[in-house]
Structure formats: structure tokens, C-alpha cells
């Protein structure tokens, strides 16, 4: 479906224009266009390379080795 929202967005025709003919329904289209979105939106994210070199000590052999909180606030917290 991603490659049908390609050929549509290069035609230049409106959203209903493209699809007169084809096998399947408007709403199957919107909901792989809304999917389409996400998608790119998640491969323009950034990463950053985090550097396990260093040893960090522990407490009675259970130490808090990182932690990672996203922007909406979900935290996941590595111990070793």
C-alpha cells in the first residue's frame, strides 16, 4: 500500500481521482496513508550513541547502570 501513496502523491491527481478503479476502498487508503505518516515520522528520529566503557560501581552488586525517559515521560531504568 505505502508504494500506492507514492504513485498517488507523484500523480498529482486529488485523492479521489486516484482512486476511481481500484480494488479497494477509501478508507483502506486513508488508514495506510495515516500509517504512511507515522512511519516517516519514526525514521526522522534521532539517536544518540550511548558509551558502556566506563564502569560505573554498584551497591551490594545491584547498581543502576542507566536510565532513558522519553519526551512523553517513559522511563526505563537499567541495573546490573
Sequence with gaps: MFAEI???RA???TK???L???DYKEAKFDY???KSRSVSKVA???FQEVDFSEEIPSVK???KI???ETPSGFRITVFA
Excluded: D, Q, T, V
Design 66 to 68: 542507566m536510565e532513558i
Design 16 to 18: 479521489r481521482e486516484f
Design 20 to 22: 476511481i478503479g481500484k
Design 6 to 8: 507514492a504513485k498517488w
Design 11 to 13: 500523480s498529482g491527481l
Design 61 to 63: 552488586g545491584y547498581g
Design 44 to 46: 526522522n528520529l534521532k
Design 32 to 34: 495506510w496513508l495515516l
